[in-house]
T-cell receptor
Framework: AQSVTQLDSHVSVSEGTPVLLRCNYS??????LFWYVQHPNKGLQLLLK??????LVKGINGFEAEFKKSETSFHLTKPSAHMSDAAEYFC????????????????FGQGTILTVHP | NAGVTQTPKFQVLKTGQSMTLQCAQD?????MYWYRQDPGMGLRLIYY???????DKGEVPNGYNVSRLNKREFSLRLESAAPSQTSVYFC???????????FGSGTRLTVV
């Protein structure tokens, strides 16, 4: 079975400072990993995805994440926070082993609420 | 615009009432999903349909039924709503492969 743990339920930063949202995963098989963002009262938007190509993945709005298999981590970073980055962020794992019952299904982390102060 | 369309966007039900949440996608995706989102719990899978004609239970199926009407449409039914089903419901679809999902904008359901 796969699982995702987002290590911080809330992160608060000042505008212009770096953002780090932490995510660890567990999976018996080669996973795909995603970060989604949800702005208040909105749907989910895909920020970036890792699908076994380059381990450093660049997404939209200046975000990037690095897949570290040895650490089972997929942390999300951004060099300089903007007020518009305030939202809830979800780390998500997808199992790619076609022989298992979990194939193709997403497992979500609990979410990290990012607050950006002026 | 291509994507996943959910209706209604908001709904208030009384305990015991029934309703159906509708979802349609126009991306020719094979797989469709229903999730519920509750504070501090991320999104949890209720039911999914890997392809037209098939449906399977997810993590939290109790109190729900689904119908994959055709390749485009996947509906979620609450036969007898309970306050514990107050939540935001998201429909999603995906194509085979390693890509992510496309989500609808959600239905905010309150059961009183």
């Amino acid at each position: 079975a796969q699982s995702v743990t987002q290590l911080d339920s809330h992160v608060s930063v000042s505008e212009g400072t770096p953002v780090l949202l932490r995510c660890n995963y567990s999976s018996s098989y080669s996973p795909s990993l995603f970060w989604y963002v949800q702005h208040p009262n909105k749907g989910l938007q895909l920020l970036l995805k890792y699908t076994s190509a380059a381990t450093l993945v660049k997404g939209i709005n200046g975000f990037e994440a690095e897949f570290k298999k040895s650490e089972t981590s997929f942390h999300l970073t951004k060099p300089s926070a903007h007020m518009s980055d305030a939202a809830e962020y979800f780390c998500v794992v997808r199992i790619n082993y076609a022989g298992g019952t979990s194939y193709g299904k997403l497992t979500f982390g609990q979410g990290t609420i990012l607050t950006v102060h002026p | 615009n291509a994507g996943v369309t959910q209706t209604p966007k908001f709904q208030v039900l009384k305990t015991g009432q029934s309703m159906t949440l509708q979802c349609a996608q126009d991306m020719n995706h094979n797989s469709m999903y229903w999730y519920r989102q509750d504070p501090g719990m991320g999104l949890r899978l209720i039911y999914y349909s890997a392809s037209e004609g098939t449906t399977d239970k997810g993590e939290v199926p109790n109190g729900y039924n689904v119908s994959r009407l055709n390749k485009r449409e996947f509906s979620l039914r609450l036969e007898s709503a309970a306050p514990s089903q107050t939540s935001v419901y998201f429909c999603a679809s995906s194509r085979p492969g390693q890509g992510g999902y496309t989500f609808g904008s959600g239905t905010r359901l309150t059961v009183v």
